[in-house]
C-alpha cells in the first residue's frame, strides 16, 4: 500500500498551473552564447534535452540567490552530462553571457561543467519565446520585476516538465527522473476543465475534492435502486387489481 | 409447458452454440499464431481477439439468460417479448460487431480500454460501428434483464424475492433459491449495463465533439470494469441459479430449500460483486487509496459466500444419493469444481502483492478461462444438456456422453495449464507473438494449441448431436 500514498502524495504536489505548458512547443528563439556568435535554441534541444531557466545579471531580486540554488542543486544530483543540457539565459539584452556565468558562481578556477551553456536572448522573437514558457517581466525604474520559471524541454521541442519558483526536494526528484528515464509517477491531466474528472485539485487548499465523475460511477447502482423500486410500484398496483378481481364475486356472494 | 417457450429457448442454445464454435475457431487461430504455426501478423490478431472475448462474453450471458427464462417459465408466465427483442438486438449487434472488427478493423480488446477506441482503428468509422453494436446489444439485453424482473416483481416483493423473510424466520411465501438467485444476478446485471449506457454516453460524447471533449481516463476505467468485470461475474451466477434448481433434481433428491443461510450469502453477494471490480485498477495510483483496500477485500468476498453455500450444496447432493451420472450432472459436479479452481487463480491474482508480479502476464486469460471455459460455460452446456433430454425425441448415447465428456475435460484442463504456465514464466498476456526472453511462450502455445482442438473437437460433436436430437422441434 505504501508505494501507493507516496504516488498519490506526488500528485498533490504538482502545480496544478504546470498542465497550461505540458506538451505545448516552446518557441525557438535565437540565442547570442559569446560577442561573436549565437545559434537556435533547437540547436540545443535537438540533440538533448535541456533544462533551461531565465534570468538577468543586474538583478537586485531573486536572480542572483535563484541561480546559485539552481546550480547547486543540479551539480549535486550527479545527473550524467551527456543526459541533459543546461541552458541558463538572459531577458536582458544588455546582458553578455560572461556575466551571467559571474552571476552563477563560476570563474576560471572553478568553470561550469561542459553542459552548461549561458546565452542571452536575441531581441527578435525574444518575446515569443518569454510567452511561450510563461514568463512575465515589467520593466520598473530601469530594472525587471519578473516571476522564475525553469523548463524541461524534450527533444522534440515541447514542455515536459514546467516549474515556477524555486522547485523543492520532490520536483527535483521528478525531473532527474525524466531525464535518466525513471519511472514518473504522474502528471497533471493536460485537460484541467474535465467536467466528467473524479477528483480536483484545490491549489488554495492543496486538497482533492470529490467531482462530478465520481458520482457516475455510483449513477448505474443508484439507478439501479430507483427502476427496481418503479418496477415494485408498478408490480404492486398491478397485483391490488388483481386482488380485487378475486375479491368482487365473493363480495357479491356477501350482498345476495 | 407452453411448446413456444421451448422453442425460443431452443434457437438460443443453437445459436449459443455455434456462435461458440466460431469463437473457438478465433481462440485457436490466436494460439496458432502464438505457436508460430501460422503467420497472420499483429493487426488480425487483435481484432481476433476483441472478436473473441465480446463473442464469448455475449453468448454465454445470453445462454444463462436464456436458462434463465426458461426456469422461470416452469414458475409463473414470462412475457415473451423482452427475450423476441433480446434476439433480435443481440444477432443484430453481432453482426454491426463483426463488421467493425473484420472490415473496418476495430482491435481495442473486448473491454475497449479508453481511450484505446480512438487508435486502435483502421478506418474512422470503425470505433463507431463498434460502439453502435455495443449499444444495441446494451438496449437488448437491459430490456431482457428488465422484463424478468418485473415478472418476478409480479410475484414477489423485492423484500420477499430478496429471501429476507427466510433469513429472519418469519412467515413468508416460500422463495425458491434459483428465483432469489435469479433475482439477484438479474439487478447485478442491470446495474452493470447502466455502467455500460453512462459509459458508450461519454464515448459518443467524446466522439461526435471530436476534439473539443474529452473524458476522464479513470472514471472511463472505472465504469469499463464496472461494467466487464461485473457482467463477467454475473452470468456465471445465472449459471448457478439454474443449477440450483436442475442439480439436486438430477441426483433424485428433494429440491433445495432457501434456507437462513442460502439467503444470508447471496444477499452479501448482491453487495460485494459491485465493490469486487476495483481489483482491476491496483495499477492506477490516482484512484484513493481506500478503493484499492475495499477492492482487496471485497475480491476476497465477492466469491466466498456464494462458492462456499454452492459447493457445500452441491457436495452433499452427490453423497449418498442415487445420482444416475448424465452429461449434464457430470459438466454441473465438475463445472463447479473448476469454478473453485479458477477462484483461487484468481483471489492469487487480486492480491495486491502478487498482482504486481501476475499483472498482464498469462495468469490472468489462465484464471478467466479455467472458470468460464470449464465453468460457466459447463453449467450453461449442462442446462443445455438437460434441456435436449427433456425435449429431444431421443436421449444421447452413452458413448457419446464418455467421449465428449472427456475431450471436453481433457482439452479444457490441458488448455488452461498452458496459460498458467505463461503466467508462471512471466509470459505476457495480448501479445501475438514472443521474443527471446519469454520463447517459452511459443512451446506452451504449441501444447495450448493440441488441447484446444480436442476441445473444439469434443464441441462439434456435442453441437452434431444436440442439433441432430432437437433442430427439428424449432419446425415442429
Ligand atoms: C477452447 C476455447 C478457447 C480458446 C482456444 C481461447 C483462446 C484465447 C486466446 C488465445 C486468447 C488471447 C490470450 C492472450 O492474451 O494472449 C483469449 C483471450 C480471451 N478469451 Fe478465450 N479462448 C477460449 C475460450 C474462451 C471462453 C469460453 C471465454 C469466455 C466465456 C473466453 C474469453 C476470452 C476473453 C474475454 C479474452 C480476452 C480478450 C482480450 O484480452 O481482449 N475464451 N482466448
Ligand atoms: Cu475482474
Known amino acids: 500500500m505504501c508505494p501507493a500514498i507516496i504516488l498519490l502524495s506526488a500528485l498533490l504536489l504538482q502545480s496544478p498551473d504546470e498542465a497550461d505548458f505540458l506538451l505545448t512547443n516552446i518557441a525557438d528563439a535565437r540565442i547570442r552564447t559569446s560577442d561573436n556568435s549565437s545559434a537556435q535554441l533547437s540547436s540545443w534541444y535537438s540533440r538533448k534535452p535541456i533544462i533551461m531557466t531565465l534570468v538577468y545579471s543586474r538583478c537586485p531580486g531573486v536572480c542572483n540567490p535563484y541561480l546559485l540554488q539552481i546550480r547547486d542543486h543540479v551539480l549535486l544530483q550527479a545527473a550524467p552530462v551527456e543526459r541533459f543540457q543546461m541552458l541558463v539565459l538572459s531577458f536582458d539584452t544588455e546582458d553578455s553571457p560572461a556575466q551571467l556565468r559571474k552571476l552563477a558562481g563560476f570563474n576560471d578556477s572553478s568553470p561550469p561543467p561542459p553542459n552548461w551553456t549561458f546565452g542571452v536572448l536575441e531581441k527578435e522573437n525574444s518575446a515569443d519565446l518569454l510567452s511561450s514558457i510563461g514568463f512575465q517581466t515589467q520593466p520598473v525604474n530601469g530594472t525587471y520585476d519578473h516571476n522564475t520559471v525553469m523548463v524541461l524541454v524534450g527533444q522534440d521541442g515541447r514542455i515536459h516538465q514546467w516549474i515556477e519558483g524555486l522547485p523543492d526536494n520532490r520536483q527535483w526528484d521528478r525531473l532527474f527522473r525524466e531525464l535518466t528515464n525513471d519511472f514518473v509517477p504522474v502528471y497533471s491531466t493536460l485537460n484541467r476543465n474535465v467536467w466528467t474528472s473524479c477528483f480536483q485539485y484545490d491549489p488554495a487548499s492543496g486538497y482533492w475534492k470529490v467531482n462530478w465523475g465520481l458520482l457516475m460511477i455510483l449513477a448505474p447502482s443508484a439507478l439501479t435502486v430507483c427502476i427496481i423500486m418503479i418496477l415494485q410500484a408498478i408490480a404492486t398496483s398491478g397485483r391490488r387489481k388483481r386482488n380485487l378481481l378475486i375479491l368482487i364475486p365473493n363480495n357479491h356472494e356477501y350482498i345476495e | ?476
Open chain 2, 1 to 476: 409447458m407452453n411448446t413456444s417457450y421451448k422453442k425460443s429457448t431452443l434457437l438460443w442454445l443453437i445459436t449459443t452454440l455455434i456462435v461458440f464454435l466460431v469463437a473457438i475457431a478465433f481462440g485457436l487461430t490466436m494460439r496458432m499464431e502464438q505457436a508460430e504455426m501460422v503467420k497472420i501478423g499483429p493487426l488480425n490478431f487483435y481484432v481476433l481477439m476483441t472478436s473473441h472475448g465480446l463473442l464469448m462474453a455475449g453468448v454465454w450471458f445470453v445462454a444463462g439468460m436464456a436458462g434463465i427464462e426458461y426456469i422461470l417459465s416452469t414458475y409463473f408466465p414470462v412475457p415473451r417479448w423482452g427475450g423476441m427483442i433480446a434476439y433480435v438486438c443481440t444477432i443484430t449487434g453481432v453482426v454491426i460487431l463483426l463488421i467493425s472488427t473484420f472490415l473496418t478493423k476495430f482491435h481495442a480488446g473486448w473491454y475497449f480500454l479508453y481511450p484505446l477506441p480512438f487508435y486502435a482503428k483502421v478506418m474512422e468509422s470503425g470505433p463507431l460501428l463498434f460502439l453502435v453494436a455495443l449499444t444495441i446489444l446494451g438496449v437488448g439485453w437491459l430490456i431482457w434483464s428488465l422484463v424478468l424482473i418485473f415478472t418476478i416483481l409480479r410475484n414477489f416483493t423485492v423484500a420477499q424475492a430478496l429471501a429476507w423473510h427466510h433469513i429472519s424466520g418469519r412467515p413468508g411465501p416460500t422463495v425458491a433459491p434459483f428465483i432469489l438467485i435469479s433475482f439477484v444476478s438479474l439487478i447485478g446485471v442491470t446495474a452493470c449495463i447502466l455502467a455500460a449506457v453512462v459509459l458508450l454516453v461519454l464515448y459518443y460524447l467524446e466522439f461526435l465533439k471530436s476534439g473539443s471533449m474529452s473524458n476522464d481516463p479513470l472514471l472511463m476505467k472505472n465504469l469499463t470494469f464496472f461494467f466487464g468485470h461485473t457482467l463477467v461475474n454475473e452470468m456465471l451466477y445465472l449459471g448457478l441459479a439454474v443449477l440450483y434448481e436442475l442439480f439436486p433434481r438430477m441426483a433424485g433428491k428433494p429440491a433445495y430449500k432457501t434456507s437462513w443461510y442460502v439467503g444470508l450469502s447471496w444477499n452479501a453477494t448482491l453487495l460485494i460483486v459491485l465493490f469486487a471490480y476495483f481489483h482491476h485498477l491496483y495499477m492506477d495510483f490516482a484512484q484513493p487509496v481506500a478503493f484499492q483496500f475495499v477492492g482487496q477485500i471485497m475480491s476476497w468476498f465477492a466469491p466466498l459466500p456464494a462458492a462456499c453455500v454452492t459447493i457445500f450444496s452441491v457436495l452433499t447432493t452427490v453423497y449418498r444419493s442415487n445420482m444416475k451420472w448424465s452429461l449434464a450432472s457430470l459438466l454441473y459436479f465438475f463445472g463447479v469444481m473448476f469454478w473453485a479452481i479458477g477462484g483461487v487463480g484468481a483471489i492469487l491474482d487480486a492480491v495486491i502483492a502478487n498482482n504486481f508480479v501476475l499483472h498482464n502476464t498469462q495468469w490472468v486469460p489462465a484464471h478467466f478461462h479455467t472458470y468460464n471455459l470449464l465453468g460457466n460455460v459447463f453449467f450453461s452446456l449442462a442446462f443445455t444438456s438437460w434441456f435436449a433430454d427433456e425435449i429431444g425425441n431421443k436421449k444421447i448415447a452413452p458413448g457419446l456422453v464418455k467421449l465428449i465428456f472427456s475431450l471436453l475435460v481433457t482439452g479444457g484442463v490441458g488448455f488452461v495449464l498452458a496459460f498458467y504456465l505463461g503466467g508462471a514464466f512471466s509470459v505476457p498476456r495480448r501479445v501475438d507473438t514472443y521474443n527471446d526472453v519469454v520463447n517459452k511462450g511459443v512451446s506452451l502455445a504449441q501444447m495450448a494449441v493440441v488441447f484446444a482442438s480436442l476441445y473444439l473437437v469434443g464441441m462439434v460433436i456435442y453441437t452434431f448431436d444436440f442439433t441432430k436430437r432437437c433442430a427439428r422441434q424449432l419446425f415442429s
